[in-house]
């Protein structure tokens, strides 16, 4: 049984590895940001401006353990959800976690060119937006810090890097 869970800040690419690796392993591959959109027939900015990131938080947390339940899958978790409740611990029980660590300059310039609405993000200035990514990236990394395999992906700027990444996850966890 195959179980990768891919966790790390916004913009670290999470989908665009786990979407790679799970047509490379031929495994379904789950977005849970996308999965509680799917659930909630509500964008993750509706839920978050209805409702806040609290009850986000909630059930996102609720939504991960019914996915984590899955079989043969990767999945992509949202920046903040190894962060609330016992996710990341329920995380490493649940399947093989790899931490995409990249830096703050690198995951800024992700998150420059990237199409999604980030709401922890709107109404922010680029400096503003800097500044979030280090103190954040900062407050998360104990939890992060905790997946069972961490790859630096601050090289992984090409379809070519990205195949690299997709080799170096298969060597380190199968």
């Known amino acids: 049984m195959i179980r990768v869970i891919l966790i790390g800040f916004m913009g670290a690419g999470k989908t665009t ?30 839920i978050f401006d209805e409702q806040g990131e609290e009850k986000f938080r909630k059930i996102e947390h609720n939504m991960l353990h019914e996915v984590a339940e899955f079989e ?33 300059d690198v995951l800024y310039k992700h998150l420059k060119i990237a199409k999604g609405v980030r709401p922890l993000l709107l109404n922010k200035t680029p400096e503003e937006v800097q500044v979030y990514i280090r103190e954040e990236l900062s407050r998360r990394e104990q939890f992060y810090g905790k997946a069972k395999h961490i ?10 890097k990205v195949q690299h990444c997709i080799e170096e996850i298969k060597k380190t966890v199968f």
């Open 17 to 46: 590895v786990g979407k790679a690796l799970a047509k490379a392993l031929g495994v379904t591959f789950y977005d849970l940001d996308w999965y509680i959109e799917t659930r909630m027939r509500k964008t993750v900015k509706q």
């Open 72 to 104: 043969n899958v990767v999945i992509s978790c949202g920046g903040g959800t190894p962060c609330f409740y016992d996710n990341m611990d329920y995380l490493n029980q649940q399947g093989d976690t790899i931490y995409l660590k990249a830096s703050p």
């Open 151 to 160: 790859l630096n992906i601050d090289v992984m700027d090409s379809l070519d």
